[in-house]
């Protein structure tokens, strides 16, 4: 391998910007790291050339240890967005410069530069200022540089970004036959699909610092593992149905499930991933020997011409209950929508306006992995790590996901000990969870606990909470900070015991109040469990925002209907806390959802104090939701 990336990680500042990534480049390969803007994709190129160094993990380059040695001894050329050439240097000053500084001979400088203009298609050129070059130039010269002193890896920081799309076609078609001749190992950073597409022997997609998944264009278009994978590279529709012994239970309809599906229990979510350009649409019902899934039939919604292709927007009320994930449903939206990408006419088909109904037949689809709420359970040494575990364990299980046991130790000699005793728990809970990992952190609870959050991508943050010696019921310490901090829901709890079969979402009028319903909504779902949403009015409350809670209530059950869970809406009258309490004992309640303002700072301290106030007063677990402003 050229090119070895370990647990390579980055932080600037508290943000964690490169989590944990692992990477292997062949020998001669162009790779492509593929990601949004923020994903981390452009600072691991700028740690493997040595612009910045790593927080932690180890860098190999052609078999050498490279992670902390200066840029200039690495052996790789690099390539940037803004060109970066030299403005009072010559088109062949410029190419030379690496030759110079490295004491090339002249005669061999010119020699190779005039090689490398040649190849890079700007032979002739070598006496022209960069002031006298279009911007496609600039950046052949730029590339031409980076490659004068042969270097083993070729790193290029999205280096077509600020060129129309004419010359973009155009240069990425060189640097293919450039690298291919030379078969020089190479990494291209782009948020480009299309780019990515055409050059990648093979991509790795990035998302917030996690390298997600890696495979080739075919693969990761058609056979995506993940979830993310299969929504951000191309237009796909993903809908959540259910494993009904060997089939996929799809609202009214069902597919056969394919041996990847096996994966999942029986009644477990399954995510269904078909591509609007393999879907057909037709008047008449699909002939049975027509070798097609039926999905069954839509309504259309929406027809958008796109040039070549046309989009159009189906809502199928057999999918009913079903959960999409996409194309993304509105807040509200009570029916589920399917796209299809059909080849667009000169004169608008009839068939396809808004209204007609139209049967959809699928050719092809393929299951994502299974996934679910990915819990942290905070296992301290005391009966609130029991609890925690034991608790966490069961929200993961009813949501079919994965877990982490976390224990957090004040000095490194505790690391054997503590560990032991997590094979220990391990074994008492995995009956329960089957895919359940250990971790042990070194450092203040709350702090570790954060930033094992953060590196893990985890959804929900299970904390055990017992009474302390004077009999005070409160949130501990550790609860008040992780809540004061988290950016992910944060459940806690007083017993041990417990299933999720009725689930109590607190929630607030408008835009801040749809994020607990939202996620309430998943854990519901994923639980098969029912679910109340709960508006109080205090004699604070104004008639605009009665009547902004009533509309966002019945948003509510309508997003939950959707989704397929059973839901009734609640308003009561007096004071939130005993309301909460009053409601929760009158379902008999088995989970109660709150939300807290996401901004950090002091506003989360109301929302501190509610759950404080709740949790003194019943043995429920309380979810603690991070809501947008």
């Excluded at 607190?506 to 679910?531: H, L, M, S």
């Excluded at 008999?588 to 509610?610: K, T, V």
């Amino acid at each position: 391998m050229s090119i070895i990336l370990t647990d390579l990680t980055k932080r600037f500042g508290e943000h964690l910007v490169v989590n944990r990534v692992s990477l292997d480049v062949r020998d001669g390969e162009l790779f492509v790291l593929l990601g949004g803007s923020g994903s981390g994709k452009s600072t691991i190129l700028r740690m493997i050339a040595g612009l910045s160094t790593p927080d932690a993990g180890k860098i190999e380059l052609n078999g050498r240890d490279v992670t902390y040695l200066p840029p200039q001894v690495r052996g790789t050329g690099f390539v940037f967005q803004n060109y970066s050439i030299f403005r009072h240097m010559t088109v062949l000053q410029n190419v030379e410069f690496g030759l110079r500084i490295r004491k090339v001979k002249t005669k061999e400088r010119a020699r190779r530069a005039e090689e490398l203009l040649d190849l890079v298609g700007l032979g002739g050129l070598g006496a022209r200022f960069a002031s006298q070059l279009s911007g496609g130039q600039q950046q052949r010269v730029a590339l031409a540089r980076a490659l004068a002193y042969q270097p083993a890896v070729l790193l290029l920081d999205e280096p077509f970004g600020a060129l129309d799309v004419k010359i973009r076609s155009q240069l990425r078609a060189s640097l293919k036959e450039i690298q291919r001749q030379l078969k020089v190992t190479t990494i291209l950073v782009t948020h480009d699909q299309e780019e990515a597409f055409e050059l990648a022997d093979r991509i790795g997609v990035m998302d917030a610092g996690h390298l997600i998944e890696v495979g080739t264009s075919e693969t990761l278009y058609h056979q995506p593992d993940s979830e993310f994978t299969a929504t951000f590279i191309g237009g796909g529709n993903v809908l959540v149905g259910r494993r009904e012994h060997e089939t996929i239970r799809l609202g009214s309809t069902t597919l056969p499930l394919p041996r990847a599906g096996h994966l999942a229990d029986d009644g477990a979510p399954v995510r269904v991933l078909f591509r609007p350009e393999t879907t057909l649409l037709q008047a008449e019902r699909f002939a049975p020997d027509a070798g097609l899934h039926v999905l069954g039939q839509g309504v259309v919604v929406e027809r958008i011409f796109a040039g070549a292709l046309q989009r159009i927007v189906l809502e199928v009320e057999g999918l009913r209950g079903v959960r999409a994930v996409s194309p993304r449903v509105s807040y509200g939206q009570k029916a589920t929508r399917v796209e299809v990408i059909q080849t667009a006419q000169r004169e608008p088909n009839a068939s396809f306006a808004p209204g007609a109904k139209l049967w959809i037949g699928l050719r092809d689809f393929h299951v994502l992995a299974p996934s679910g709420l990915k819990v942290l359970l905070c296992a301290s040494d005391d009966e609130g790590g029991r609890i925690a575990a034991e608790m966490g364990s069961r929200l993961a299980q009813a949501t079919h996901g994965p877990a982490t046991l976390l224990t957090v130790v004040s000095r490194p000699e505790l690391v054997a000990p503590a560990r032991t005793r997590l094979e220990a728990m391990r074994r008492d809970l995995m009956p329960r969870v089957a895919n359940l990992e250990l971790r042990v952190r070194v450092g203040t609870s709350a702090t570790e606990i954060l930033l094992e959050a953060q590196e893990g991508h985890y959804e929900v943050i299970a904390l055990g909470q017992v009474p302390d010696r004077n009999g005070y019921r409160g949130l501990g310490s550790t609860a008040r900070q992780v809540l004061e901090q988290a950016e992910i829901p944060v459940l806690l709890t007083r017993s041990p015991e417990g299933k999720f079969e009725n689930i109590l979402i607190c929630t607030r009028g408008g835009e801040p109040g749809k994020t607990d319903v939202v996620f309430g909504g998943r854990v519901a779902r994923r639980a098969n469990a029912q679910a109340t949403v709960l508006y109080v009015q205090t004699p604070q409350t104004t008639d605009d925002e009665q009547k902004r809670a009533a509309r966002h209530l019945l948003q509510a059950e309508a997003s939950l209907s959707q989704q397929g869970v059973q839901c009734k809406l609640k308003i009561l009258d007096g004071s939130i806390v005993e309301s909460i309490l009053q409601q929760a004992k009158t379902d008999n309640s088995d989970l109660i959802i709150i939300g807290a303002q996401a901004p950090r700072g002091r506003p989360r301290l109301r929302w501190q104090n509610l759950a404080n106030q709740i949790l003194g007063s019943t043995d429920c677990p309380v979810l603690v939701v991070p809501m947008n402003e």
